[in-house]
């Protein structure tokens, strides 16, 4: 029995992770129709008596015990207050214990340095008292997951702040999974590129595994859904349910609520989190838990970044539509249009792969899938088995089975080389520099020292594909070599 907390950072983090509360309790719902405090939903959730002051904690025992008062494991941090006073007002507001809010009123201004130098140090106190009460009210703290966006000020600067804090504080706790939403090319933040290459530094020293999803791939994801959706509502009258996430109506009255900005991409990553952790909460004939996802997956300390590609796309807004063959899913986790982030993995070099499988599939069937689809993929020599199965009997909510795929491929060295660009765009006539650097603690060497360490992980992912396209080594330079002395005596 394991637990995982939630730490979500900024308002990109914190409006993801509100999509994420309502998307599990649904998922729980569904498939704990007894209302019992089982280990299943105490990964993610205390059980707390009311009746209590200190709201005082009901273990799992047997798992037969009913449920009071569920506490999402959860620590929520923002700079600006309007996120914060949404979800405590809002119909989450419950789930959520105050003493684990976290809270300023000025924002950080997009400014990286904000978030990191300023707010970092005055609130790491009050955070780091956050997370060890959240800490100890696990009984097997497996994982911390922290969820924020690398353009902002709050989420790139305070949330690499709090992501080297567990580091420091936590050293026990080694899976620290982040989820970070990089800025597409258009992204209407003008200091992004700086916020982005001082966050990865951070990311690629602190964390054991980074999930990148990307503004542009999501929103390209949300449109195709939505063509689906509107294509089979005409060809099949299937109209989308109530409480889906896609018409976000919770409330079962027939109209839909106005739709909150990047509600449908944040949709998608809740239910990322979600599947990735599916094996954590539900059993399975091959569960396999976060730990062994790092463990697996990441061949060198710095190459932790994991491409996730998921299919069906039409089981995040639990559409009526006929369910994707396994074989059609297997074929899309590994096609550029079910990335969440703007890469092709078959263009790149795998170093592993893993497979996440939710519902009631055969074994012998995914392995039949894998045997298929491996020619078409290219392997590191010394890997070429690196494939890391699981599979998870209870499926998505509304969906019979879902996949997804967590891959370590050198394309994701494309969206690091982009962001090194537009670094260099701005930083080459030292533009906006000034704001970062009237902040105490901001020294110019942060910017040179973030931006050699992309441009050497950039190096290292090139290398790697240059040993795959070079041809073996022979003996031929060496007869050369003897040629050239024969004819030099």
């Known amino acids: 029995m394991t637990q995982s907390i939630v730490i979500q950072i900024g308002q990109c983090g914190n409006q993801i992770g509100c999509r994420f509360w309502d998307l599990a309790l649904k998922e729980h719902a569904a498939n704990n129709k007894n209302r019992v405090y089982d280990t299943a939903i105490s990964h993610f959730f205390r059980n707390a008596d009311d009746n209590f002051a200190g709201l005082e904690d009901i273990p799992v025992g047997d798992g037969t ?33 105050h003493k684990q809010l976290v809270s300023d009123v000025s924002g950080s201004g997009n400014n990286w340095a904000v978030g990191h130098k300023l707010y970092g140090a005055r609130y790491r106190d009050e955070i780091l008292d956050s997370v060890r009460r959240a800490a100890e009210a696990c009984d ?30 936590f050293p026990e706790v080694h899976n620290r999974f982040v989820t970070a939403v990089f800025p597409s090319a258009a992204d209407d933040v003008v200091t992004s590129p700086y916020n982005s290459i001082l966050a990865l530094r951070q990311l690629t020293e602190c964390a054991e595994a980074v999930i990148p999803v990307e503004n542009q791939a999501l929103q390209e994801i949300c449109d195709k859904i939505s063509r689906a959706t509107t294509a089979g509502g005409e060809k099949n009258s299937n109209p989308i349910k109530d409480g889906s996430a896609i018409s976000d109506n919770h409330h079962n009255t027939g ?72 074989d059609e899913m297997f074929n899309d986790v590994f096609s550029r249009r079910h990335q969440l982030i703007r890469a092709d993995p078959k263009q790149g070099l795998y170093l592993s792969c893993a497979l996440l499988v939710r519902g ?6 995914i392995r039949r899938n894998i045997y298929r689809i491996k020619p078409s993929l290219k392997f590191v ?9 699981g599979l998870c009997s209870v499926p998505p909510t509304g969906q019979p089975y879902s996949l997804l795929s967590l891959a370590n ?7 690091f080389a982009d962001l090194v660009v537009r670094f260099n765009r701005l930083y080459s006539r030292k533009a906006h520099l000034h704001h970062f650097m009237a902040i105490d603690g901001m020294e110019i060497s942060d910017f040179e020292e973030s931006v050699e360490c992309a441009k050497s992980f950039i190096s290292e992912y090139t290398a790697l594909e240059s040993q795959y396209f070079q041809p073996a080594c022979t003996s031929i330079p060496r007869l050369r070599v003897a040629e050239g002395n024969m004819m030099l005596s």
């Open 409 to 415: 491929n050198t394309c994701i060295k494309d969206t």
């Open 360 to 365: 009631k599939v055969q074994l012998s069937d």
């Open 255 to 326: 109209s839909k609520r106005s739709e909150k900005p990047f509600d449908r991409m944040n949709n998608v990553v809740a239910n990322l989190l979600l599947n990735m952790t599916s094996s954590a909460r539900f059993e399975g004939s091959l569960n396999i838990d976060l730990n062994e996802i790092a463990m697996n997956l990441v061949p060198f300390p710095r190459m932790h970044y994991l491409i996730p590609g998921m299919a069906p796309l039409y089981s995040l807004s639990v559409v009526a539509s006929q369910p994707r063959r396994l």
């Open 65 to 97: 015990g009913k449920i009071h008062s569920l506490k999402a494991r959860a620590v929520l941090i923002d700079m600006e207050e309007g996120v914060l006073s949404t979800i405590l007002k809002g119909p989450l507001r419950e789930i959520f214990d």
């Open 140 to 169: 097997c703290l497996q994982c911390f997951l922290l969820v924020h966006s690398m353009g902002g000020g709050t989420g790139s600067g305070l949330g690499t702040f709090v992501l080297r804090l567990l580091q420091e504080e």
């Open 381 to 389: 020599h010394w890997n070429s088995e690196g494939w890391k199965t």
